[in-house]
Nanobody
Framework: QVQLVESGGGLVQAGGSLRLSCAAS????????IGWFRQAPGKEREFVAA????????YYVDSVKGRFTISRDNAKNTVFLQMNSLKPEDTAVYSC????????????????????WGQGTQVTVSS
């Protein structure tokens, strides 16, 4: 079993920054694929970013490229999502998911690829 806990959300003005964290317990992120997704009110959950823990490759949805950065900290067993130049349309509940024992999946943008999820953290960007 894997338990994921997200943190770092909050209220920020447009143009501001936040750093989200996704910490794992129960097992390490080694050899896992980790993704960040978000869900705005009335909308479906959408892919934001993903990272291969073993290889470090990163993937982003076009709308956040150049603004968001996903990274990992081996020692802390934590994945981060640095979000800069935030826009009101970034407002959503952000959740991380993990697919263990996976170096790469070509469906990293699909939430069905991830086996475990955290409870999510709210990000609100005011205009």
């Amino acid at each position: 079993q894997v338990q994921l806990v997200e943190s770092g959300g909050g209220l920020v003005q447009a143009g501001g920054s936040l750093r989200l964290s996704c910490a794992a317990s129960g097992r390490t992120f080694s050899n896992s694929f980790i993704g960040w997704f978000r869900q705005a009110p009335g909308k479906e959950r959408e892919f934001v970013a993903a990272i291969s823990w073993a290889g470090g490759q990163t993937y982003y949805v076009d709308s956040v490229k150049g603004r968001f950065t996903i990274s990992r900290d081996n020692a802390k067993n934590t994945v981060f999502l640095q979000m800069n130049s935030l826009k009101p349309e970034d407002t959503a509940v952000y959740s991380c998911g993990v697919r263990p024992y996976t170096y790469y999946t070509n469906k990293y943008f699909s939430e069905s690829e991830y086996d475990y999820w955290g409870q999510g953290t709210q990000v609100t960007v005011s205009s």
